[in-house]
């Protein structure tokens, strides 16, 4: 990251204590993809608190001194997500998304499709759509944006009738997909062993 002070748009998808007085706190961007900065906890302001995770924010940076990171000035939250921690479900698929752009986030030649991505998959589970479902055609998706041959070889590679399950549950919105199905369990398996075995995609 510039070590010129600017501000920065993204998500919050971890915190961390990084010593007594801060925590580390990675962001997603849409214009600089995965970033990390250092948030003082001991602040007096209540406006200022750190954000929760999921949370779509605006941070003010001022330049580090000798960690290599910057550190959050000011922050303002522009979107919320605090539904997600209501379900079990919903949230672990969030947290999984998370670990995802964790995981695959930092070298990212174009992170504003992938940013895109995240903020429409949040918003699905935030909206009541199938957790399952969101999750499976977000990390298809990832992998299609990545460039990697998902679709030539990982699709091409299954039966017919699972060909036609993907595709089907691709082409339909998140919406209209309400049931948990045995059968989306398999697939998402095989689309995970495929990934981490075939590609430097870890997820």
Not at 65 to 82: D, K, N
Not at 165 to 183: A, D, M, N, T, Y
């Amino acid at each position: 990251m510039s070590t010129i002070a600017h501000s920065l748009e993204g998500i919050a998808l971890s915190r961390a204590e990084a010593g007594e007085n801060h925590l580390r706190i990675n962001i997603f961007s849409g214009t600089e993809g995965l970033q990390a900065v250092l948030f003082r906890k001991d602040r007096k302001n209540r406006a200022n608190d750190a954000p929760d995770l999921f949370d779509e924010i605006e941070l003010s940076l001022t330049p580090a001194r000798s960690t290599g990171l910057p550190f959050v000035r000011e922050c303002r939250v522009i979107a919320q997500r605090r539904e997600l921690a209501h379900d079990h479900k919903r949230f672990q698929v969030a947290s999984d998304l998370a670990r995802l752009f964790l995981e695959n986030g930092q070298h990212l030649l174009e992170p504003k499709p992938f940013a895109d991505l995240l903020n429409f998959a949040l918003l699905a589970l935030c909206k009541g759509g199938n957790p399952q479902v969101i999750y499976f055609k977000a990390l298809f998706v990832f992998a299609q944006r990545e460039g990697l041959p998902v679709k030539e070889s990982w699709l091409s590679g299954l039966t017919k009738d699972e060909q036609t399950h993907v595709r089907s549950i691709l082409r339909q919105p998140v919406e209209s997909q309400e049931k948990e199905l045995s059968s989306l369990c398999m697939l998402m398996d095989s689309l995970r062993a495929w990934l981490n075995a075939e590609t430097e995609l870890r997820c």
